[in-house]
C-alpha cells in the first residue's frame, strides 16, 4: 500500500464512526398542517393546540427535538393555501402528516394515499369523505373528532340564558367554511325553537369585521354567536375587542376568547383533541398502521366565561351557568 492509500484508508475509517453517528441521530419527521396562525406569530391558540399534541406524542415516547422533528406549516385563515402546503410536507416526506381541521384534513387526504394522515377535526369525517368509517378507517387516514359544529344551537342557549331580554341575535359565519350552509340551518333552526331572530352574518376577511358589528349595531341584535371556524380562531383578540367596544354580548368556541375579554366560550376542549391526535401519531410512528386506529371521538366540552365583561355590559350571569362554567374570570 503506497502512502497515499495508506491515509485515504485512515480517513474513511476515522469518517465510519461519523457516518454511524449520523445514522443513528437520523428522527422520523411529522408534519403538522394547521389552518390558522403560527405560534411564532404570537398565536395563543395554536400554541396550545401544538403543547397539546407535543403531550400526545410524549405519552407515547417521542420528543420533539430528541427523537422526532417536526415541520409546521400555517396557512393563516387562507384555505386556499392548504393544498400547497400539504404538498409541500409531502415532498419534504415527511413519516405523518397531522392535519388540524376539516379543510386541513382534506387537503391532506388529496396531497397523499401513501403517507399516513392524522386529522383533528370537528366535523363527520365520513360524511367528509375522510374515512370509510370510524371503527374501520381503511386507506392512510385516521384521526380524532370532536362535539364542535353539533355545539352552535347550545352557545345559542347559553347566550339567551344570559341574555334573557334578547330577541334576535347574529350568526357570525365564514362563508369559504365548507360546514357553513349545515352551521347556518342548524342555527335558524335552533332559533326558532327559541322563539328568536336570527342574523346570518358573513366575514372571509379582516375588512368584513367593520360591517359585521355595524350591522349587530344597527340592527340591535341581543348578542353573537360567532361559528368556529379557523379564520375566527386567528382571529379571536381581534373579534373580542370588536364585541367588547361595540358592547355585543358574544359567544366563541375557545377559551382565548374570554381571556381576550370576550363574555363566553363553550365548546369542545381542543388541547384534549389534538392531546389524542399526538397519541395517535405516536402510535403510527411506531408501526401501526391508520387503517386499524379506529376515529377517536373526544366529548369533554367546557365552558368559560368573563364575568367582568358580563358586568361592563350589564348582564347577570345566572348562578346556575357560573356553576356549570369550567373557569370565571373575574
Request: without cysteine.
Amino acid at each position: 500500500m503506497n502512502r497515499r492509500d495508506f491515509i485515504a484508508g485512515l480517513g474513511s475509517a476515522a469518517a465510519w464512526p461519523l457516518v454511524a453517528r449520523a445514522l443513528q441521530r437520523e428522527v422520523p419527521v411529522i408534519g403538522f398542517l394547521g389552518p390558522g396562525g403560527s405560534p411564532s406569530a404570537g398565536n395563543l391558540v395554536a400554541g396550545n393546540l401544538v403543547a397539546a399534541f407535543r403531550l400526545g406524542l410524549r405519552e407515547t415516547g417521542y420528543v420533539e427535538g430528541r427523537n422526532v422533528e417536526i415541520e409546521y406549516r400555517f396557512a393563516e385563515g387562507q384555505y386556499d393555501r392548504l393544498p400547497a402546503l400539504a404538498a409541500e410536507l409531502v415532498q419534504r416526506r415527511v413519516a405523518v402528516l397531522v392535519a388540524g381541521g376539516a379543510p386541513t384534513a382534506t387537503a391532506a387526504k388529496a396531497a397523499t394515499t401513501t403517507i399516513p394522515v392524522v386529522f383533528s377535526a370537528g366535523v363527520d369525517p365520513v360524511a367528509m369523505g375522510l374515512v370509510a368509517s370510524l371503527n374501520r378507517p381503511g386507506g392512510n387516514v385516521t384521526g380524532v373528532t370532536n362535539l364542535s359544529i353539533e355545539l352552535g344551537p347550545k352557545r345559542l342557549e347559553l347566550l339567551r340564558e344570559v341574555v334573557p331580554t334578547a330577541t334576535s341575535a347574529a350568526f357570525l359565519i365564514n362563508p369559504t367554511d365548507a360546514t357553513a350552509e349545515t352551521q347556518s340551518r342548524d342555527m335558524l333552526a335552533a332559533a326558532r325553537t327559541f322563539g328568536l331572530q336570527i342574523q346570518v352574518l358573513h366575514a372571509s376577511n379582516e375588512r368584513d369585521f367593520d360591517t359585521v358589528f355595524a350591522t349587530i349595531v344597527r340592527l340591535r341584535t341581543g348578542g353573537l354567536i360567532i361559528s368556529n371556524d379557523a379564520f375566527f380562531t386567528n382571529r379571536s383578540g381581534q373579534l373580542a375587542a370588536l364585541a367588547i367596544s361595540h358592547a355585543v354580548p358574544a359567544i366563541f368556541h375557545f377559551r382565548e376568547f374570554v381571556e381576550a375579554g370576550g363574555l363566553m366560550s363553550y365548546g369542545s376542549s381542543n388541547p384534549d383533541t389534538f392531546r389524542i391526535a399526538g397519541s395517535y401519531t405516536g402510535r403510527i410512528l411506531k408501526g401501526e398502521r391508520p387503517a386499524d386506529l379506529p376515529v377517536q371521538q373526544s366529548t369533554k366540552v367546557e365552558l368559560f366565561i368573563n364575568l367582568k365583561t358580563a358586568k361592563a355590559l350589564g348582564l347577570t350571569v345566572p348562578q346556575s351557568i357560573l356553576l356549570r362554567a369550567d373557569e370565571v374570570i373575574e
